[in-house]
């Protein structure tokens, strides 16, 4: 699982791939996968984080949760 802002770059630089040609998918920087050690166990998402440059605002609030969460996660 990647990153939503890596997915976002990939379909920038490659807007041939195939995932732009998906119904009702949306590439959009904000969503985080959530890992204990190697494994993703789940994902958080944040939208619209106040302020500008939202999309990075929106990464940065996810992994403060994330992070804010860490030392529960086993």
Known sequence: ???SGEIV???KNDPTAGLVHLTNVVTIQGALPIKVGDQVV???G???APGGEKDEKD???A???IDKIA???K
């Open 1 to 3: 699982m990647l990153p």
């Open 9 to 11: 770059t990939r379909v």
């Open 42 to 44: 789940g994902a958080a």
């Open 46 to 48: 944040v939208l619209d």
């Open 59 to 61: 990464e940065v609030c």
């Open 63 to 65: 992994k403060v949760g």
């Open 71 to 73: 030392g529960q996660l």
